[in-house]
Structures are given as structure tokens and as C-alpha cells.
């Protein structure tokens, strides 16, 4: 069966694409509807909840009559006005499967980590790679709080880290581009200062490039940062890494 194209983007802001080419939705009210329903895609979505979503707490009285327009105009965006249905009590976007971004990114963290688990590097490569492609940005990205959604973005934004993890697993498995990884894994470390993999990945780029004082800071500044904040010791993986790079 020949797979689906991509149609429609919550891996940043709310997009629509055609024939590979991505539109921006340019009214904020038709961007948070779009994603208010791909939120519960293919399933309905009722009046009041979206009413929420594009309201908050506090509807105007003409809010039935402005929902009905923005579907309208929601409507001429896609590629197929029939896609957005009245389905009592609500509406229903009907999204096939891999035509939205996140369904897709899912795949590809599933394959990914099945590959890593079997340290299967290229195929762990490959599938970060292609997952990491997709995003575009930090999920629903410029919509409003009242549209909520933050377990979802925080979902798949722990899945993109993991996703970086994995391939910088393989890479560091099979030795490639070592002085890359470690301009890459510094900035991540930085960025993230009590996520234990990048600075284990870390340590073992830089003590595989012949800086194994910077190695031994790295731990050292770890693990006083998860002593002094969350008052543990690092795990197995910097243990380990940690006596590969005191045994030179």
C-alpha cells in the first residue's frame, strides 16, 4: 500500500502542506482551530471545546456564529473540504495515517528505538535522522494557553531528546565525526545541565578525541550539580564511562 503523504504539521507551529510545499495558516483563530482538531485527529471534537480553545473561559456572544466562520475558512485551506465534517456535538478532521507529522515521528521513535535496543547503529542513525527532520520547532508553538496540549508537547519533546540520544549512541559506537559530536553534545549538556546521557556521551567524545582532563571536569561537574540539586549520584551509564575514561 503506497504510504500517505504528508498533509498536515503540529511539530512547531500549525502548518497545512501540499505537495510537499508547506502553507502557513496565517489567522490565529483558523491556526488554533487547525490544531485543536489535529489534537483529536479523526475523532470529534465538540463546540464547546473548541470554543475553549479559542476563548478561554470567556466566549463572546457571537462565538457559535465566528466558530461556523473559521471553519468555513478552515475548509478552503485543505485539500479536500470534505475532510472537516459537523459531527454532532462537535466537528471531525479526518487525518489518515502518515499524513500528520506527529503520527510519523512516532514511527520513527518506535524504529529507532528498536534499533538501538538490538544496536542495530545504522538503522538507529537513520531513524533519528528521519525524525528529526520533522521538527520544525518546539510543538503548538505561538498558540494560546487555553488550548492546553502541554502533556502532548512535553511528549514529544522528551521523545526528540531521546531520538538524539540514540543516534549519538550509534555515532559514538561506530567512531564517526568524534570532533562534531563533541561541539554538538557541549551545547546539549549545556542546555540540558542534569541530563545525564548528553554528559556521559560527552565525556566519551571528548576522552575519544584525546582531552581526557576535559572528560574527568565534565563528570566532576555533573555529578556535584546532581548532588548539591537533586541529591543522587550519577547513574550506571556515567559510572561506566567515567572508569573508560580513567583507564585511558
Known amino acids: 500500500m503506497k504510504p500517505c503523504e504528508l498533509r498536515f504539521g503540529l511539530l512547531g507551529p500549525p502548518v497545512l502542506y501540499d505537495a510537499g510545499t508547506t502553507r502557513v495558516v496565517g489567522s490565529p483563530k483558523v491556526r488554533t ?21 479559542l476563548w478561554g473561559g470567556a466566549p463572546p456572544a457571537s462565538a457559535h456564529a465566528s466558530l461556523h466562520n473559521h471553519v468555513t475558512r478552515l475548509r478552503r485551506l485543505l485539500d479536500d473540504p470534505e475532510r472537516l465534517r459537523a459531527v454532532p456535538p462537535g466537528y471531525l478532521l479526518r487525518v489518515e495515517q502518515g499524513e500528520l507529522d506527529v503520527h510519523v515521528f512516532d514511527t520513527h521513535v518506535a524504529e529507532a528505538r528498536a534499533a538501538h535496543a538490538g544496536r542495530d547503529w545504522a538503522r538507529t542513525v537513520r531513524a533519528c535522522t528521519e525524525g528529526l527532520a520533522l521538527w520544525r520547532g518546539s510543538p503548538l508553538s505561538g498558540l494560546p494557553a487555553e488550548l492546553g496540549g502541554y502533556a502532548f508537547a512535553q511528549r514529544l519533546r522528551e521523545a526528540r531528546l531521546l531520538l538524539l540520544e540514540w543516534r549519538y549512541d ?38 575519544r ?31 561506566e564511562a567515567h572508569v573508560e575514561v580513567l583507564r585511558g
Open 33 to 53: 482551530l487547525l490544531a485543536a482538531l489535529l489534537l483529536e485527529a479523526d475523532r470529534t471534537v465538540s463546540v464547546d471545546s473548541l470554543k475553549d480553545a
Open 170 to 207: 550509534a555515532e559514538l559506537a561506530v567512531g564517526d565525526r568524534l570532533d562534531g559530536l563533541v561541539l554538538e553534545l557541549t551545547s546539549l549538556a549545556a542546555e540540558h545541565p542534569l541530563r545525564e546521557a548528553f554528559h556521559r556521551q560527552l565525556m566519551l567524545a571528548l576522552h
Open 209 to 239: 578525541t584525546g582531552r581526557q582532563a576535559e572528560a574527568l571536569a565534565v563528570h566532576r561537574d555533573l555529578r556535584t550539580r546532581l548532588v548539591e540539586e537533586l541529591g543522587v549520584e550519577p547513574g550506571a551509564g556515567v559510572r
